[in-house]
């Protein structure tokens, strides 16, 4: 609130400075008082704070090693990549298996005259799909068409291009797919089945002006089109053993394995090899360790408290030192933790040496941080991996034991950690509120000093004036006699 001031006109006292003094006093140790509680509040809700992103990220690794599949899952190679993939679809057994691809499945392709364009007018083209199947060799073959459905497309007036054909045959969605090549000197219809596989030949019958695009391979095609691609199944060789199939993703030839053909290379014999992959395991479980110790580390240096060596130190103090919130929840998670490496240490078959670290492969150490072998983990991951799944996983399994643990803490409705922080909070806001209340009080109080002192420096310039009658007049009264 704004306020006119001055300092005193007629005793010449100075108000101003007294006010200022006086304000001074009054507001300095309670603005002191509610500073420290504010830096207090904020400090810890700042702990707090990085507590609970700690605390969260060893969470997601808990929840990361409850998985089954960590402990079963397998790997695949394929001795050479660029002719199929593999990746393991199901649970298959280790082992390694023998691939030849002979062809792969494609689906059929024609293509307009590569020298003449041709004609384009009003008409209808009929689709027919089906497979074509050829018997005999060299000059007795004999390719026959055998149809399973068919599609008529229309081009109406006016529409006399190849693009209007292409899009008149795009925009049906029939099973079939148009665009245009230019070679270089015209413009080259192809037509391509979406489909792969032997059934999804087909044969075209048109009729007006698309008469010209009437395609049949089975009596030997047309001088407006040609064949590009046959309609094929993929084919290969698995053990030893043939087998065709519609498409180039083939997930039923070896048990578990998806096969991902690229390339066809008759002659040339692929490895396939599945081996247990226990990587995302030991990923799993050294993250875990890695998190478990960041977060005990936070939790003791915010807790920690160092003496002074000599006069001339100060002790030093972590901002949570003597907080009970945070000695239970390092008690929890200790507590929880030990019961889990108790269990895995008795899945890996070892027992504690006197250190507590160097047989066990996984032990918490005196530091209170954990120590991992993973040479031994590497062990027990390949010889007990299933003891180790039924253990850590599942819903009474190590890791939702632990998550437990931390959800008792960090729940958004009924955590310690969240309760915590709202109240500091809470307590935040009421400093706020006893601020703006100790400024209004200041203001009133300021009011009331300046109220006074100009009552005081009214009635000191009237003394002052009485003062100086009574001096004049005795000065008068000397001087007459």
Same mark, same amino acid.
């Given at each position: 609130?704004?306020?006119?001031?001055?300092?005193?006109?007629?005793?010449?006292?100075?108000?101003?400075?007294?006010?200022?003094?006086?304000?001074?006093?009054?507001?300095?140790?309670? %603005?002191? =008082?509610?500073?420290?509680?504010?830096?207090?509040?904020?400090?810890?809700?700042?702990?707090?704070?990085?507590?609970?992103?700690?605390?969260?990220?060893?969470?997601?690794?808990?929840?990361? =090693?409850?998985?089954?599949?960590?402990?079963?899952?397998?790997?695949?190679?394929?001795?050479?990549?660029?002719?199929?993939?593999?990746?393991?679809?199901?649970?298959?057994?280790?082992?390694?298996?023998?691939?030849?691809?002979?062809?792969?499945?494609?689906?059929?392709?024609?293509?307009?005259?590569?020298?003449?364009?041709?004609?384009?007018?009003?008409?209808?083209?009929?689709?027919?799909?089906?497979?074509?199947?050829?018997?005999?060799?060299?000059?007795?073959?004999?390719?026959?068409?055998?149809?399973?459905?068919?599609?008529?497309?229309?081009?109406?007036?006016?529409?006399?291009?190849?693009?209007?054909?292409?899009?008149?045959?795009?925009?049906?969605?029939?099973?079939?797919?148009?665009?245009?090549?230019?070679?270089?000197?015209?413009?080259?219809?192809?037509?391509?089945?979406?489909?792969?596989?032997?059934?999804?030949?087909?044969?075209?019958?048109?009729?007006?002006?698309?008469?010209?695009?009437?395609?049949?391979?089975?009596?030997?095609?047309?001088?407006?089109?040609?064949?590009?691609?046959?309609?094929?199944?993929?084919?290969?060789?698995?053990?030893?053993?043939?087998?065709?199939?519609?498409?180039?993703?083939?997930?039923?030839?070896?048990?578990?394995?998806?096969?991902?053909?690229?390339?066809?290379?008759?002659?040339?014999?692929?490895?396939?090899?599945?081996?247990?992959?226990? %990587?995302?395991?030991?990923?799993?479980?050294?993250?875990?360790?890695?998190?478990?110790?960041?977060?005990?580390? =936070?939790?003791?240096?915010?807790?920690?408290?160092?003496?002074?060596?000599?006069?001339?130190?100060?002790?030093?103090?972590?901002?949570?030192?003597?907080?009970?919130?945070?000695?239970?929840?390092?008690?929890?998670?200790?507590?929880?933790?030990?019961?889990?490496?108790?269990?895995?240490?008795?899945?890996?078959?070892?027992?504690?040496?006197?250190?507590?670290?160097?047989?066990?492969?996984?032990?918490?150490?005196?530091?209170?941080?954990?120590?991992?072998?993973?040479?031994?983990?590497?062990?027990?991951?390949?010889?007990?991996?299933?003891?180790?799944?039924?253990?850590?996983?599942?819903?009474?399994?190590?890791?939702?034991?632990?998550?437990?643990? =931390?959800?008792?803490?960090?729940?958004?409705?009924?955590?310690?950690?969240?309760?915590?922080?709202?109240?500091?909070?809470n307590q935040i806001d009421d400093l706020a509120d006893q601020r703006?209340?100790?400024?209004?009080?200041?203001?009133?109080? %300021?009011?009331?000093?300046?109220?006074?002192?100009?009552?005081?420096?009214?009635?000191?310039?009237?003394?002052?004036?009485?003062?100086?009658?009574?001096?004049?007049?005795?000065?008068?009264?000397?001087?007459?006699?």
């Amino acid at each position: 609130m704004a306020t006119i001031t001055s300092s005193g006109i007629g005793s010449g006292l100075d108000i101003e400075s007294l006010v200022t003094q006086l304000m001074t006093a009054e507001r300095t140790v309670p %603005e002191k =008082l509610i500073a420290a509680k504010e830096t207090s509040a904020q400090t810890k809700l700042s702990a707090y704070g990085q507590i609970t992103s700690a605390l969260n990220a060893f969470k997601s690794s808990m929840a990361t =090693l409850n998985n089954a599949s960590l402990f079963t899952s397998m790997k695949t190679t394929v001795s050479d990549s660029s002719v199929m993939t593999a990746t393991a679809s199901g649970t298959p057994k280790a082992g390694s298996y023998s691939v030849e691809v002979l062809q792969m499945a494609q689906g059929q392709r024609v293509v307009s005259n590569a020298t003449t364009a041709p004609t384009v007018a009003a008409g209808t083209l009929t689709f027919n799909f089906g497979t074509y199947e050829t018997t005999g060799t060299g000059d007795d073959a004999v390719t026959t068409f055998t149809g399973t459905s068919s599609q008529t497309i229309t081009l109406p007036e006016g529409k006399t291009s190849l693009s209007d054909l292409r899009d008149a045959i795009n925009s049906a969605g029939i099973g079939v797919t148009a665009s245009i090549v230019n070679n270089g000197k015209i413009d080259q219809l192809v037509i391509a089945s979406t489909a792969e596989g032997a059934t999804s030949g087909f044969t075209m019958s048109g009729t007006d002006g698309l008469a010209g695009f009437s395609y049949d391979t089975s009596t030997g095609g047309t001088s407006t089109l040609s064949t590009l691609d046959a309609a094929q199944d993929a084919k290969l060789k698995v053990g030893g053993i043939e087998i065709s199939r519609s498409t180039n993703v083939i997930d039923d030839a070896i048990e578990g394995l998806t096969l991902n053909l690229l390339d066809s290379k008759p002659g040339t014999t692929l490895r396939v090899s599945v081996s247990n992959d226990r %990587e995302a395991a030991k990923t799993a479980i050294t993250d875990m360790v890695t998190k478990y110790n960041e977060a005990m580390t =936070l939790l003791q240096n915010l807790t920690s408290y160092t003496p002074a060596e000599s006069d001339d130190e100060e002790a030093v103090s972590g901002t949570l030192v003597g907080d009970g919130t945070t000695r239970n929840l390092m008690r929890a998670l200790r507590s929880t933790m030990s019961e889990g490496i108790s269990g895995l240490g008795k899945i890996l078959g070892m027992s504690l040496d006197d250190d507590g670290k160097a047989s066990l492969g996984i032990a918490i150490g005196s530091d209170g941080m954990i120590t991992l072998d993973t040479g031994k983990l590497d062990t027990a991951l390949a010889n007990s991996s299933a003891d180790l799944s039924s253990f850590l996983t599942g819903t009474s399994g190590f890791a939702s034991r632990m998550q437990t643990t =931390l959800n008792g803490y960090l729940d958004s409705t009924t955590g310690v950690l969240t309760a915590r922080t709202k109240s500091l909070d809470n307590q935040i806001d009421d400093l706020a509120d006893q601020r703006t209340k100790l400024e209004a009080r200041m203001e009133i109080l %300021e009011t009331r000093y300046r109220a006074q002192f100009t009552a005081m420096d009214s009635t000191l310039a009237s003394l002052n004036t009485s003062s100086s009658y009574i001096t004049q007049l005795m000065n008068s009264l000397s001087s007459s006699s």
